[in-house]
């Protein structure tokens, strides 16, 4: 029984199981069918840039070989005419790998390309790669042969002719070896990866040597095609160093050098962004028997080089001084320090002596003693004054930059007129829709000095000095009633910032108060009788010389009685008449309108909102609107003793006075109110028979100067740092904008609309009532790109720029968009003689330093002391060759073999092909 079941699982076990090899080798089938890769038809010629400039399309699978899972991904190149494949019987031609690799077009792509470095290696456009999976490595040779072969069983047996290449070691080494087979003819990649070259291997000539070993043609070959690249890189520019100067941190001990510096952001990097320029000198096409580079000699000198193209390296974050100012700006309003806090002593001090000194006038004498002088001269109770954190030599000329209108010798003055200017229509549009305040007025010098003392004069406690000694120069003003200098006249503008808004208001305080004064001065003298007459009980209110129109006013002249005498006339309204008495109607003056800020009409809104809808909540609400109404009614019925509210409406509101056909007595049309005014319980009925004649000057002030005068100066003394710094941020970075603006080059491509970008985002920062301060760091951000990208071409002016005319912009512009530009003319040309310049400095200067001989170093590529270039940082080769492969009677076929030589590398990749049918 026992026998029987062993025998019945014995057979039970296939045999036919296909093993983990096969499975591996059908997987990379199924893989290749679904890609469609077989039969593949032949692509255009490539053209010059086609590898480097286009991008790269990447495919990928997961395969797996037993229990490794590895990674094949396709990699094919993005060409506008892909789909023009050549016309005709494409049997007898070579595969598109074969056509490929012996390309002069694409000989050396542009380091830094998106292409990957087998693209520089092989000179492929399509391909595909076999790469372990999460970080694993073969480094077995072993484990690549097995790698290989099922490689070259499938793509045999799909008839797939694209490259496979299998990539081995370290990641970092990019070693890769593959195989591709086409029509009869099998292409091996091989490649070679040492530290250091062999000794035979360090120049052109036993390059040549190599190859031609390697291929073992028995037929003669005919000369190798050789295509050389050179590169030598520039770190020490010498005389063409960058040309931003560093910032002035002690831009106040001067004079004119103080105004100009406070007047401005900082612009540009601390150091020079561009780190190196890179130039390749190329020979594109070359035969072995015509070039000599050998140890004792050479051949290929870059002066002699048919082809220049450069390329410079950058610096990813730079140190931008306009980025620098407004990120530490911004720290600030994360500051919950308040001005005592930071300034300490210095404030209370000077609120006790102004405290006390306000008590001390009203009780002393005129005479001082000697005691009071002494403490004066000493400071209060004898201890000195404490100082701020500013000094006095650094803090005076800030304020007369502030206040120019204080100092004797004005060097800064305010512009007549307020309004933005810029240095263009197109850029003044570009900025028009930013809420902040006129360009180099009051608040645009304030919010850049405080820039300033926060990046270079000590930080939130300069600052905040700076914003203390402002409350305290607002103060004084105030109390001298001398208005604020460099803010645009009129009523708080709403277009501009709050801060702006503020100063405007504090103008209307002083200009009220003024205005008052003046009044009172009036008041207080004797005025003249406007008519003389004999009847003292009689006030008979005409013009002297007004003309009596008898036939149309046939009543006699109304009479005043002394106590409803008409006052507060301004002029005369046209030929309006009172409808009840006749007499000419006059436009009384009235009160101005109240001025107020955005915060205080959120304020109002808000207290409106808050009363209700009961009937106490609309009473107050409408008392609150009609205060300006009852005003005006005052008014008018002191200048026009008698008048009715039709007489009111009629100069008030004409809308409200629908007119008719018929004539009253006095020759006007009679009419009636509006429907509006003829509702029950109309509020203009009710503030009408409320109100009482009183002239303006006598009525109680809408607008309070006094009391928003002191509003306005505690809104100051009360900011924290982070209010302050809120205040000041709509300015400060419209004024970052604009000097971005004027430092633009408009060569650079992109950057306008980068600039047009960054506007927009700084227009809906400032309208923004409570932005946030992490958009406010995203605007920045955005900010110091562009400032990094201007720097950088402000550079590249300076080292490449005699002239700056259309040509060398383009040539820069494309600089510093693409990876290598050719240089115009080559190495004889403008631009290559200033690169030749630049390097010839650098080395009299590297000689000049070193004096010490290089002949004892083992380099390769050692050269002569005078020499204009120092040695080569990398030299590639390129060799092609058509040879019978492996027989004699074998088709001829294409081989190519690359060749890198760096200090610490040294890279050989072959493409050897032979003949699979006639071998």
């Not at 396709?74 to 056509?99: I, K, T, Y």
């Not at 076999?130 to 490689?151: I, N, T, Y």
């Not at 003669?220 to 010498?238: A, G, H, I, Q």
Request: with cysteine.
């Amino acid at each position: 029984m026992i026998e029987e079941i062993e025998e019945q699982e014995f057979y039970q076990c296939d045999f036919t199981t296909a093993s983990a090899w096969e499975v591996f080798i059908s997987r990379l089938e199924e893989v290749i069918h679904d890609w469609k890769l077989s039969n593949l038809k032949r692509g255009p010629p490539l053209k010059s840039g086609d590898l480097s400039k286009n991008d790269w399309e990447i495919t990928s699978e997961k395969v797996s070989f037993a229990d490794v899972d590895f990674v094949l991904t396709r990699h094919r190149v993005r060409l506008e005419d892909a789909a023009a494949s050549l016309p005709g019987d494409q049997s007898a031609e070579p595969c598109q790998a074969l056509a490929d690799m012996m390309s002069l077009e694409n000989t050396f792509p542009e380091a830094g390309a998106p292409a990957p470095p087998v693209v520089c290696w092989f000179g492929l456009r399509d391909f595909l790669v076999l790469a372990p999976a999460r970080g694993a490595q073969v480094s077995s040779e072993s484990k690549l042969k097995m790698l290989l072969s099922s490689v070259c069983m499938a793509v045999s047996n799909s008839g797939c002719e694209l490259p496979v290449l299998v990539q081995a070691l370290e990641p970092w080494q990019q070693y890769c070896v593959g195989v591709c087979e086409a029509r009869g003819v099998r292409t091996e990649f091989e490649m070679v990866h040492l530290k250091r070259p062999p000794p035979h291997c360090k120049h052109l000539t036993g390059l040549v040597e190599v190859f031609k070993s390697k291929l073992m043609s028995a037929v003669p070959l005919e000369p190798v095609t050789v295509s050389v690249r050179f590169t030598y890189v520039l770190r020490d520019w010498t005389s063409s160093t960058w040309s931003q100067e560093p910032p002035d941190f002690d831009f106040l001990q001067g004079e004119m050098l103080g105004v100009l510096e406070l007047g401005k952001l900082p612009f540009g990097a601390t150091f020079d962004p561009i780190s190196e320029l890179s130039l390749h000198a190329t020979w594109p096409q070359l035969a072995e028997n015509v070039v000599v580079d050998s140890e004792s000699y050479s051949d290929l000198e870059p002066a002699h080089a048919p082809l220049w193209s450069v390329r410079v390296a950058v610096h990813e974050r730079p140190a931008c001084l306009l980025g620098e100012c407004l990120a530490e700006f911004l720290q600030l309003c994360s500051q919950p320090a308040s001005l005592a806090d930071l300034l300490g002593d210095l404030v209370a001090d000077r609120a006790s002596r102004n405290f006390g000194g306000s008590l001390s006038v009203l009780t002393e004498s005129p005479v001082p003693t000697i005691s009071k002088m002494l403490r004066r001269a000493t400071g209060s109770g004898g201890r000195p004054s404490p100082e701020g954190p500013l000094s006095e030599e650094v803090l005076m000329p800030i304020l007369f930059f502030l206040f120019p209108d204080a100092d004797s010798k004005c060097k800064s003055p305010y512009a007549d007129s307020m309004a933005t200017s810029y240095t263009s229509e197109e850029k003044n549009s570009l900025m028009s829709g930013l809420k902040s305040a006129a360009r180099d007025g009051l608040v645009w010098r304030l919010a850049v000095a405080t820039a300033h003392a926060v990046h270079t004069l000590g930080g939130p406690r300069a600052a905040a000095h700076l914003w203390y000694e402002l409350g305290q120069e607002l103060r004084y003003r105030w109390e001298k009633n001398i208005p604020v200098p460099g803010v645009a006249p009129g009523f708080p503008d709403h277009r501009t910032c709050l801060l702006h808004q503020k100063l405007q208001m504090f103008n209307c305080c002083v200009e009220r108060r003024a205005m008052r004064e003046r009044l009172a001065v009036s008041w207080s003298s004797p005025q003249p009788l406007e008519s003389d007459s004999s009847d003292d009980e009689e006030f008979f209110d005409c013009w002297a010389d007004e003309p009596r129109d008898t036939a149309r006013d046939k009543r006699p002249r109304h009479k005043h009685s002394l106590w409803n005498q008409p006052v507060g006339r301004l002029e005369r309204h046209g030929d309006l008449r009172l409808l009840h008495t006749g007499e000419h109607l006059y436009i009384p003056v009235t009160q101005d309108p109240v001025p107020k800020t955005e915060d205080q009409i959120e304020e109002d809104a808000n207290v409106l909102i808050q009363l209700g809808t009961d009937s106490e909540g609309v009473e107050l609400r409408a008392r609150m609107m009609s205060a300006s109404l009852l005003s005006d009614m005052e008014s008018f019925k002191a200048a026009n003793p008698g008048a009715v509210l039709e007489d009111f409406i009629r100069w008030y509101s004409p809308r409200d006075w629908i007119e008719g056909e018929e004539q009253d007595d006095f020759g006007q049309k009679k009419g009636t109110l509006s429907q509006r005014m003829q509702i029950k319980d109309n509020m203009w009925v009710e503030v009408w028979n409320a109100a009482k004649p009183v002239p303006a000057q006598r009525q109680k002030r809408l607008f309070d100067d006094t009391c928003e005068a002191e509003k306005v100066l505690f809104f100051f003394s009360a900011q924290r740092m982070s209010g302050v710094a809120r205040l000041l941020l709509p300015t400060l970075v419209h004024a970052a904008v604009s000097r971005l603006v004027e430092e633009q080059k408009d060569y650079i491509p992109g950057l306008e609309a980068s600039m047009q970008s960054i506007v927009k985002r700084a227009e809906r920062l400032t309208r923004n009532p409570h932005p946030s301060q992490r958009h406010y760091e995203e605007l920045v951000s955005e900010l110091v790109g562009a400032e990094t990208v201007v720097a950088q071409a402000i550079s590249l002016e300076h080292k490449f720029c005699s002239d700056n005319s259309v040509g060398l912009q383009v040539f820069l512009a494309r600089l510093m968009t693409e990876t290598d530009v050719e240089v115009p003319g080559g190495p004889w040309g403008a631009i290559g003689n200033k690169i030749r310049a630049m390097f010839g400095e650098a080395q009299k200067a590297l000689q000049l330093v070193s004096k010490v001989e290089r002949a004892g170093e083992d380099e390769p590529w050692s050269h002569s002391p005078a020499a204009i270039f120092p040695p080569p940082t990398k030299r590639e080769f390129v060799l092609r060759a058509v040879a019978s492969r492996p027989a004699p009677y074998s088709a001829p076929s294409p081989q190519r073999m690359y060749c890198s030589l760096q200090r610490h590398e040294f890279r050989l990749a072959g493409a050897f092909s032979l003949d699979t049918v006639f071998q």
